[in-house]
């Protein structure tokens, strides 16, 4: 069964003080990893996808890394408008019943970015 | 990439009564994935729903419980029936978007039983 673990479960950072998000995760094939933003009474939006380990995505102040045990979602010199909750989720090989390859999900990572 | 329309947005329900959430797509899609996001908890599959089968449900739902119609390629709808209290959640529906975008998901539903 595909496992994914997200830390921390919350993260308070001033302005401009930059960090990083872990998500650790165990699947039977990785098909892709996922990292979405998700703003309070919204809907998961889509961030990076990472297929492959020593694999990195940038946008804006955002960068997403790939090992073959975890990922990193790294934050620069972040804004407050960086505030939201950052989600991780492995698709794995299984195919489930209905055909289709479902992602698996960690708790996330709410993170608050003071002015 | 597709955009999905969902609503209601948010309900407060009577318990024993029943919900019924609608998913536009403004494209065709074969599969659409219903989700459940609990405080502090990572989303969860209830279903995938194909057009024209019935919906295949994950362990843990039942279709008595959460039925679900697929009667196009653009809509879906999932129902929460019986409502108790422990179905207060915030509801998802999701779409495979096009290679290396992940998936795209409603705005949501959050549902109080009361």
């Known amino acids: 069964e595909d496992q994914v673990t997200q830390s921390p479960e919350a993260l308070r950072l001033q302005e401009g003080e930059s960090s990083s998000l872990n998500c650790s995760y165990t699947v039977s094939g990785l098909r892709g990893l996922f990292w979405y933003r998700q703003d309070p009474g919204k809907g998961p939006e889509f961030l990076f996808t990472?297929?492959?380990a020593g694999e990195e995505k940038e946008k804006e102040r955002l960068k997403a890394t790939l090992t073959k045990k975890e990922s990193f979602l790294h934050i620069t010199a972040p804004k407050p408008e960086d505030s939201a909750t950052y989600l991780c989720?492995?698709?794995?090989?299984?195919?489930?019943?209905?055909?289709?390859?479902?992602?698996?999900f960690g708790r996330g990572t709410s993170l608050i970015v003071h002015p | 990439s597709a955009v999905i329309s969902q609503k209601p947005s948010r309900d407060i329900c009577q318990r024993g009564t029943s919900l019924t959430i609608q998913c536009q797509v403004d494209s065709q899609v074969t599969m659409m994935f219903w989700y459940r996001q609990q405080p502090g908890q990572s989303l969860t599959l209830i279903a995938t729903?194909?057009?024209?089968?019935?919906?295949?449900?994950e362990s843990g739902f039942v279709i008595d419980k959460f039925p679900i119609s697929r009667p196009n390629l653009t809509f879906s709808t999932l129902t929460v029936s019986n409502m108790s209290p422990e179905d207060s959640s915030i509801y998802l529906c999701?779409?495979?978007?096009?290679?290396?975008?992940?998936?795209?998901f409603g705005s949501g539903t959050r549902l109080t039983v009361v």
């Open positions: 989720a492995v698709q794995g090989a299984s195919l489930r019943q209905g055909g289709s390859y479902i992602p698996t």
């Open positions: 990472l297929y492959s």
């Open positions: 999701s779409v495979e978007a096009d290679k290396g975008y992940g998936y795209t």
């Open positions: 729903a194909n057009q024209g089968s019935e919906a295949t449900y």
